[in-house]
């Protein structure tokens, strides 16, 4: 199996969630099985099927996470030396050419991805674009609304 790249707060991110699944949610819907167990006939119990249900979705969501962190390749890009190149966890200034526009992203892995909070996943057409680049440098993204240039302002790894 190939490893999937993820930043430090990426994997810590998945770890406090599986701690929240395996130690507060998986114990409460134990529990509300047990009490619907109770009420009776198991055939017509809304309750029952509901938290057994609850009890899928919830160990479903633990395998995938502890199938995404054996297959993670943390990197700590502050631990790395900044030579100007973008690379995974890099966090990017760039200017859009046409609107004069700043924008802020961090290149991190699929599963952190959010671009709400300025997060592109490696794999998008931005982060593709700009790796491997320098600060100054002036690169076109081919978007689906149409090519975009952006020119690179600064390249941290925060």
């Given amino acids: 199996m190939s490893q999937t ?5 990426g994997a810590e991110k998945l770890r406090e969630e599986l701690d929240y699944l395996k130690n507060q949610l998986r114990p409460r819907i134990i529990e509300a099985i047990a009490e ?8 017509e119990n809304a309750e029952y099927h ?7 979705f919830c160990e479903g969501r633990i395998q995938d996470i502890e199938g995404k962190l054996s297959q993670a390749q943390i990197i700590d890009v502050t631990k790395l030396p900044n ?9 990017v200034a760039l200017l859009k050419c046409d609107t004069e526009e700043e924008i802020r992203y961090r290149i ?10 300025g997060l592109i996943s490696v794999n998008s ?11 100054d440098d002036v690169v076109v993204i081919r978007t689906p609304a149409g090519e975009v240039e952006y020119e690179i302002l600064e390249v941290e790894y925060l």
Avoid: S, W, Y
């Avoid at 509901?50 to 899928?56: F, K, P, V």
């Avoid at 057409?125 to 600060?135: N, Q, S, T, V």
């Fill in 5 to 9: 790249p993820m930043t430090i707060r």
């Fill in 36 to 43: 619907a167990r109770e009420h009776g006939d198991l055939k």
């Fill in 50 to 56: 509901a938290a057994r249900e609850q009890q899928g």
């Fill in 83 to 91: 030579n100007g190149r973008v690379i995974f966890g890099a966090t």
């Fill in 108 to 117: 991190v892995g699929d599963d952190e991805a959010d671009i709400k909070e």
């Fill in 125 to 135: 057409p931005i982060a593709r674009g700009l790796i491997g680049k320098e600060a």
